[in-house]
């Protein structure tokens, strides 16, 4: 009885581990979308402001 037991909390703890690891990758995702458009209008107005002084 206490294997199964112990097989059984083995397990949740797994399928734990794998969702709090999915969801980190998730996070780790939109924050990266996130910097990349932050750096394309970063980009674009640097450029935009190169061209008003010339």
């Known amino acids: 009885m206490y294997s ?14 794998a969702e709090a690891d999915a969801a980190a990758r ?6 990266a979308r996130r910097w990349a458009r932050r750096a394309e209008y970063a980009t674009r ?5 190169s061209a008003a002084v010339r």
Do not use: F, G, N, P
């Not at 998730?26 to 924050?31: N, Q, T």
């Not at 107005?45 to 402001?49: D, K, L, V």
């Open 26 to 31: 998730a996070r780790r995702l939109r924050a």
């Open 4 to 17: 199964i037991e112990y097989d059984m909390a083995v397990d949740r703890l797994r399928d734990l581990r």
């Open 45 to 49: 107005r640097a450029a935009r402001a």
